[in-house]
């Protein structure tokens, strides 16, 4: 019996391990589309958009990277500490030889069935129009009162009543205090909505809240806020959460804020700059004002230099000299017309048969006026008429 030769160990690069490595985990069903449980942490945001997070357990860690293709469609703000669902594939970053899930969707997690909800509701209420942009009412310019419907505790009301009393102080401000989260909050929103309405006290309304959770935030994805919203006759702002918060009260509200400081710049003008336009005005309006009285100047000045009785006598100058030259327009019209009178009779007289007469013809005619032009016209007997220049003579033929 032959002895065995153990097999001797194949010699492979580091990229050629790492390539092989790469190849079996982009092969795997598995890890080509799996959703990853986990916590963030060593949450960063390159200046290019990309996301780097490095999700973990009780039992370990996992590097991630979200590029920004995908990032872009995020509807919730990431950070240190957040519970999350990430979906996406395993494979391997050759150059550091180290695995890695490439995220293309992720969510908070526990939440899954409100992000249903929320889709579900957008799409039916999409469907029936209430998003439409045929369906929003413009935003009063110049506002003589302002609504606000929300919490009277939170760091919202306070910078809404700041920047309004900042930018127009001319404007009213009525708070209507209003549950934001928890239970109840829906029905208080509505109530703030109808009160607003029955009473017609403010030109515009704003509702909304400061920052949270999606569970913070769901008052304002609750169909009847939204069909409140919908059915107001008053203009609604929408300031619901941070900038990258969209809630259903966002896409049926007449405006959507992304804060409620941005709400209260938007429902009313900046008073100073209105004083600067009203200032640009009234300098434009003097301007004209002084152009309009120093043509009247001139022009009353020219009447003041000149008496009624100049000016008359003025007109009768000029009509006396109008009535000449019309005589002598007429004058050289006639004679011009003359000479061409002339002219004409000159080439008719030429063209007369009394001048063929005149120089010894004659016309005979029979005495229906036929004219006799041969010889066999006429018989022995026949009676006809000679036309001379200075008469006619009856004459028979021989």
């Not at 997070?53 to 950070?79: C, W």
């Not at 704003?206 to 959770?213: K, L, Y």
Request: hydrophobic share 40%.
């Amino acid at each position: 019996m032959e002895d065995v030769k153990p097999l001797e160990p194949r010699t492979a690069t580091v990229s050629q391990i790492n390539g092989y490595v790469k190849k079996i985990l982009d092969h795997n069903i598995i890890l080509n589309n799996v959703w990853v449980k986990g916590e963030i942490s060593n949450f960063k945001r390159h200046t290019s958009g990309h996301l780097y997070i490095t999700l973990k357990d009780d039992g370990g860690v996992l590097k991630s990277v979200m590029f920004r293709s995908a990032a872009q469609f995020l509807n919730f703000a990431p950070k240190d500490g957040d519970k999350v669902l990430a979906r996406g594939r395993i494979s391997v970053y050759e150059a550091a030889g180290a695995y890695q899930l490439y995220i293309e969707e992720m969510k908070p997690d526990g939440i899954g069935d409100l992000y249903a909800a929320y889709e579900m509701l957008k799409k039916k209420l999409q469907a029936e129009g209430l998003f439409d942009a045929s369906a929003k009412q413009p935003i009063p310019r110049y506002p003589k009162s302002i609504g606000v419907a929300t919490a009277t505790t939170g760091a919202a009301v306070r910078d809404i009543i700041n920047v309004i009393t900042r930018r127009y102080p001319l404007a009213k401000i009525v708070i209507y205090p209003t549950l934001v989260q928890g239970e109840g909050a829906k029905e208080s929103v509505v109530s703030a909505i109808e009160y607003f309405n029955k009473s017609a006290c403010v030109d515009t309304l704003i509702i909304g809240r400061g920052g949270g959770s999606i569970e913070d935030l769901w008052a304002f994805n609750e169909e009847i806020v939204a069909r409140a919203i919908y059915n107001s006759k008053i203009p609604i702002i929408s300031a619901v959460g941070h900038e990258t918060d969209f809630t259903i009260a966002d896409f049926v509200a007449d405006l959507r804020a992304p804060t409620p400081s941005a709400a209260a710049e938007i429902a009313v003008p900046n008073m100073t700059e209105l004083n600067e336009s009203v200032s640009v005005m009234r300098s434009r309006l003097l301007r004209a004002v002084n152009k309009k009285l120093e043509y009247g100047r001139l022009i009353l000045n020219r009447f003041k230099m000149r008496s009624p009785k100049n000016m008359i006598d003025d007109l009768n100058l000029r009509l006396d000299a109008y009535v000449k030259n019309m005589e002598t327009a007429f004058r050289l019209k006639l004679a011009e017309d003359k000479k061409s009178l002339s002219a004409l009779a000159g080439k008719l007289d030429a063209l007369s048969p009394l001048q063929t007469l005149a120089r010894g013809y004659s016309i005979p005619t029979m005495a229906d006026g036929t004219v006799i032009r041969s010889v066999g016209d006429i018989k022995s007997g026949d009676e006809f008429s000679l036309r001379l220049k200075d008469g006619e003579k009856d004459c028979i033929v021989k």
